[in-house]
């Protein structure tokens, strides 16, 4: 495995590679790795003849107020991990050498991007979508393996991908989660040992909002209002947004017929988790496959 640090030394990398018709698969990241990313690189494996996993914590997608000092970096245990799964390449470079004195061009899909976790987090998409262009250019992926984790940030990207006719498929990949549930996320280290059992709130609340859906209710607001009252029950969590938005626009909607997202964010202590569930309505039969 060959760990390349400049955007000059991978760029030469994804040149050779493209001459030798590999089939590229890129796995963005920002290091501190879990099980979450490694089954994106398990994919990406599976799927490629070449995988380049990047580690790279992106300053621009974090507000002035954000952890991006503090934001966990763990290289040499990240390194072993994506070494054992057999990943052929980590690009791990500097933010000077990514974001040069004088830079000045960012991406922004408008619409997508302004609400949800941009209307929390301003500039963060705008961060995600410019890092990832600069990330596609550079490695010049066939193939670019994200998690339904972010579910906005993914839909985001595929909207750039397309907007701006890039050459690579996004492939999105399940939530990877604790046995009790929780979602792994490189955050979740920052939780105490009460937080960590008050985290478990996001998911109590996407399981009852899923058997609420699997016993017909379709309306919207009682699922959130169901939501509402499993937050207001635990003590170290804030809820920020619970929201039920259509898969495709992300708008929010009334009533559930299409597929959609049940999506969550909430400070538990001082760490903001994300999470959802992902709704599948069949077009004909009504019945429901729920992506938890
Ligand atoms: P990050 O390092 O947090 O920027 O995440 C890198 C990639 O891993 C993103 O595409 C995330 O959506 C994905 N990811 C993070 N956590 C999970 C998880 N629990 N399950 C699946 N994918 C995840």
């Known amino acids: 495995m060959e760990t390349i640090r400049t955007v000059s ?13 590999k089939i590229v698969g890129l796995v963005p990241t920002m290091g501190a790795l879990h099980a979450g990313h490694m089954a994106l690189v398990e994919r990406a494996k599976r799927e490629c003849t070449q995988v380049v996993t990047s580690i790279f914590v992106n300053p621009t997608q974090f507000g002035p107020k954000e952890d991006l000092a503090k934001y966990p970096r763990t290289f040499e ?6 070494e054992a799964a057999g990943v052929n390449a980590i690009f791990a470079p500097q933010p000077s050498d990514i974001y040069p004195p004088n830079f000045r061009t960012y991406v922004n899909v408008d619409g997508l991007s302004e609400r ?6 301003p ?14 250019e550079i490695c010049q992926p066939t193939y670019a393996y994200f998690g339904r984790k972010d579910a906005q940030q993914v839909r ?14 996004i492939v999105i990949c399940p939530i990877v989660r604790e046995p009790d549930g929780l979602a792994l996320s ?31 209710t379709r ?10 009252k499993i937050f207001s029950a635990e003590p170290l969590a804030t809820l920020d947004y619970a929201e ?42 009504g019945d429901i496959t729920f992506h938890l």
């Open 9 to 21: 030394w991978m760029k030469e990398s994804a040149r050779l590679a493209r001459a030798e018709n």
């Open 77 to 82: 245990s990240d390194s072993q991990k994506l």
């Open 116 to 121: 949800l976790e941009g209307r929390s987090r």
């Open 123 to 136: 500039g963060h998409f705008r961060g995600v979508a410019t890092v990832v262009l600069k990330l596609f």
């Open 156 to 169: 985001v990207i595929s909207q750039m991908s397309r907007d701006l006719n890039l050459d690579v498929e």
């Open 186 to 216: 490189s955050r979740n280290v920052y939780l105490n040992p009460d937080e960590r059992k008050g985290a478990l709130v996001l998911n109590r609340a996407l399981t009852a909002a899923r058997d609420e859906l699997a016993s017909g």
């Open 219 to 228: 309306d919207a607001l009682s699922i959130q209002s169901t939501i509402q």
């Open 244 to 285: 039920i938005v259509d898969a495709d626009t992300f708008d929010p909607v009334t009533r559930i017929s299409n597929p959609a997202y049940i999506l969550l964010a909430a400070t538990i202590g001082k760490t903001r988790l994300i999470d959802n569930l992902y709704i599948e309505p069949a077009p004909t039969s």
